[in-house]
């Protein structure tokens, strides 16, 4: 890894995890459902689909999920947090490198995010030992599909400003027909 990217990685590791603090101190009374957050730093795992190899957006995500615990939650939290992220960067970045073309970027983040419900939900049903909890699956979906489709017009809107004022850092040729 050049000095360049490590200089990049870690930019994107403090915007992610200020977005997560950030997100952390919202207070959010219209959402009555425990565990439903808006995910802010997801649109950093976006950006990241385009501007880090593979393992790099790995390493990126799991240090924000560790260090993110460090801030508030524990090591329950870095389970959650890392399994839900390390499933949805997963989906996202196999559609986006495999489907490019067919799905667009918003459809995408909002795969992320169901993906990242249904792999929280699984560690709980694990850890709680009962399928009882299934029943709470359809609000997560449904909340965590609005959020990832407001993160996905956001990463997108981003994404193409950052591209047409020639800032867009070293992104990946065959990604571009998602920014259309």
Do not use: D
């Not at 960067?89 to 970027?105: H, K, Q």
């Not at 850890?127 to 489709?149: A, D, E, K, W």
Request: charged share 5%; glycine share 8%.
């Amino acid at each position: 890894m050049t000095t360049k990217q490590l200089i990049r990685l870690g930019l994107c590791l403090s915007l992610s995890l200020a977005l997560h603090l950030v997100e952390q101190m919202l207070p959010l009374p219209a959402l009555p459902f425990p565990g439903v957050k808006l995910g802010f730093a997801n649109l950093i795992n976006l950006a990241a689909l385009f501007w880090f190899p593979f393992g790099q957006s790995v390493l990126l995500i799991l240090l924000r999920c560790l260090l993110a615990s460090f801030f508030g939650g524990g090591f329950s939290a870095f389970l959650f947090s890392s399994s839900g992220a390390l499933l949805s960067f997963g989906v996202m970045w196999w559609l986006a490198n495999r489907f490019a073309p067919s799905f667009s970027l918003p459809a995408i983040s909002v795969a992320g995010a169901v993906a990242h419900n249904v792999a929280q939900m699984m560690l709980s049903m694990l850890l709680m030992q009962t399928f009882g909890l299934l029943i709470y699956l359809p609000v997560l979906i449904l909340m965590g599909g609005i959020s990832g489709l407001a993160i996905g017009f956001t990463a997108l809107f981003l994404l193409r400003s950052l591209q047409k004022s020639g800032r867009m850092p070293n992104y990946k040729e065959q990604l571009l027909p998602l920014l259309r």
